[in-house]
């Protein structure tokens, strides 16, 4: 059964830190670009970030300088590093595994920053 579980979401305040992390089980992770999207309230989701199979990555502009989107293959982990955090990043986080044809979708994990 394929998994996707996302971790690491919370409460923080402006300029703070977070590292979400999302595990992956029943598929073969190495083999799959891995991808972190966000939903604010009332908002369409958008993409945040990328991590190609071989480590490659990509930001959206607004993410980039704040955000990192590592993949650890051993632990059929993706994480994404959060920093200098605003109020605009309060949303829900979700990863995404992908390949030609197939994709799946984590639950998601939510961030608030607030003080």
């Known amino acids: 059964q394929v998994q996707l579980v996302e971790s690491g979401g919370g409460l923080v305040q402006p300029g703070g830190s977070l590292r979400l992390s999302c595990a992956a089980s029943?598929?073969?992770?190495?083999?799959?670009?891995m991808r972190w999207f966000r939903q604010a309230p009332g908002k369409e989701r958008e993409f945040v970030a990328f991590?190609?199979?071989?480590?490659?990555?990509n930001y959206a502009d607004s993410m980039k300088g704040r955000f990192t989107i590592s993949r650890d293959n051993t632990k059929n982990t993706v994480y994404l590093q959060m920093n200098s955090l605003k109020p605009e990043d309060t949303a829900v986080y979700y990863c995404?595994?992908?390949?030609?044809?197939?994709?799946?979708w984590g639950k998601g994990t939510l961030v608030t920053v607030s003080s």
């Open positions: 991590s190609s199979r071989s480590g490659t990555t």
């Open positions: 029943g598929f073969t992770f190495s083999r799959y670009h």
């Open positions: 995404n595994a992908f390949s030609p044809g197939e994709a799946y």
